[in-house]
């Protein structure tokens, strides 16, 4: 079955709101020109993009009736040529080929209708060059996407404060077990030197990427409000730029105002002599945007609730008014709102746990400033790192609880998903504090245990056995593979 995209189409034109009231003809999009094709993707991109989350997901749960799955190969096939054509007019290679993946999968099962995979022998050492190949490349493309640059940026900036408080906390402890003896007179413990005054040193680095880190991210995305408004890419430039401008910051709002807002206070905190701020001002500047953290996650999930709302309304209303395709439907809508309760229950489980994480570092830190003692200022920074490490596994977790409470089931999902959280959670938190503290040991050791932990992903299992990789066969190696 090919996608000719035209039901397809006319089912989401009229659950956008292109319904023919109006006058308007409906044709599907492979008929429209660049103008009125980017018009249409301008308008309801986002809601293409979850109708490809949501179909993609469909097909990997349990509840799927099997007579069903064509039609949702088939819906998934059409938004990935939809959603191809318009990554292709804002020459976004990264997305253009995901969805070409996509359509290609299905191009080649249409050509193979019955495929056999046979399993093809690939060793440790050969799995962990492929690895490290799709990295490397991964790496490489990375300037050349804003997207990614953004993500990165924001990777870095997680680690900057996981590494920042581990190495509070290892200040403290170490003037703790000072306090208590632990150490002697020549700062070793067990016979060990601990070089502390190392921990300070690099107070100034963390200074400038607390500033430099929120300054790149803003000006990202500022690029890309600029390319867009001024791009004269078919089109794309027959929209107002001014429309086009409102657009992309309305998508990045809550990241630019984030930081803007981290860029001011990371530059009057943390440079505060310079500004001739006291200590407590600028501790109460830090707690106040603290507090504006957990409100703006607030909003946000407030704003992102009205979305799953309005397009579960959407598509129940359909639905409901549509009495001929209903009949047809055989209960596939149904299922998809199902789907769209379980994202909108893991939507939830996000925000809250980071609205948590977030509570957690504050009371943490609060609890530093008003209480003058050792032992409390290591225990608090310490759960600021394990509120930092419940910032990088919230999506994960997240992820679990939809496997654990959500209505559709996939098989291993809930398993995995707990693994992937469990593990997260300790290489965020554990990890810096045990860096930081080799660092006070032995900078040389710090080191090597740093790249070990970058190329251990890489380090091929010897003494295994080889895996067995599925592999594709063409056509004459699957007919030779029926032969008796």
């Not at 640059?149 to 404060?161: A, F």
Request: with cysteine; glycine share 4%; hydrophobic share 45%.
């Amino acid at each position: 079955m090919t996608a000719d995209l035209s039901f397809f189409d006319y089912q989401r034109k009229i659950v956008a709101g292109y319904d023919s009231n109006n006058g308007e003809d409906v044709h599907h999009f492979s008929e429209l020109n660049e103008t009125d094709f980017y018009r249409l993707s301008f308008q309801h991109r986002m809601t293409f993009e979850l109708e490809y989350q949501l179909l993609e997901k469909l097909l990997k749960t349990n509840d799927l009736p099997a007579h069903l799955k064509p039609r949702v190969e088939y819906y998934l096939e059409c938004c990935a040529h939809f959603l191809l054509r318009d990554a292709q007019i804002a020459e976004n290679t990264a997305e253009s080929i995901k969805y070409q993946d996509t359509i290609n999968t299905f191009a080649q099962r249409r050509v193979i209708p019955a495929v056999v995979t046979i399993p093809a022998t690939e060793t440790e050492f050969r799995q962990s060059l492929n690895q490290f190949y799709q990295d490397f490349n991964g790496f490489l493309a990375t300037r050349f996407h804003v997207s990614k640059v953004i993500t990165l940026l924001s990777y870095i900036n997680l680690y900057r404060l996981l590494t920042l408080f581990s190495r509070l906390s290892l200040k403290s402890f170490w003037t703790l077990a000072q306090d208590n003896k632990w150490l002697d007179v020549n700062n070793h413990l067990f016979g060990q030197p601990i070089n502390r005054s190392i921990l300070d040193n690099t107070a100034g680095v963390f200074n400038f990427l607390s500033v430099s880190v929120f300054a790149l991210r803003l000006t990202a995305h500022l690029s890309m409000i600029a390319k867009h408004a001024t791009s004269q890419r078919a089109g794309e430039k027959d929209i107002d730029w001014r429309q086009r401008a409102f657009q992309e910051f309305y998508v990045r709002m809550a990241n630019i105002m984030n930081d803007i807002v981290w860029v001011i206070i990371n530059l009057l905190t943390n440079y505060a002599s310079i500004w001739g701020i006291s200590d407590p001002l600028s501790n109460l500047l830090l707690c106040c945007t603290l507090v504006y953290d957990s409100i703006s996650l607030g909003v946000l999930w407030y704003v992102k609730e009205k979305e799953w709302h309005a397009e579960k309304v959407l598509l129940s209303n359909y639905r409901n008014s549509n009495s001929a395709f209903n009949s047809q439907d055989d209960g596939l809508t149904d299922l998809k709102l199902q789907l769209i309760s379980d994202m909108q229950l893991e939507m939830r489980v996000k925000f809250a746990f980071s609205i948590l994480a977030g509570l957690s570092i504050m009371t943490s830190y609060l609890l530093v400033l008003a209480l003058a003692s050792t032992a409390v200022a290591t225990l608090g920074f310490s759960m600021c790192v394990v509120g930092f490490g419940m910032y990088a596994s919230a999506d994960d977790f997240a992820t679990w609880m939809r496997a654990e409470f959500g209505a559709l089931k996939i098989d291993g999902e809930k398993q995995q998903a707990k693994i992937a959280f469990l593990t997260t959670w300790a290489k965020s938190t554990l990890t810096p504090l045990f860096m930081v503290g080799l660092v006070t040991i032995s900078w040389e050791l710090a080191l090597l245990a740093m790249v070990f932990v970058a190329v251990r992903p890489y380090i091929p299992k010897f003494g295994g056995s080889p895996s067995q990789t599925p592999v594709l066969e063409n056509e004459a190696q699957t007919a030779a593979a029926f032969a008796p």
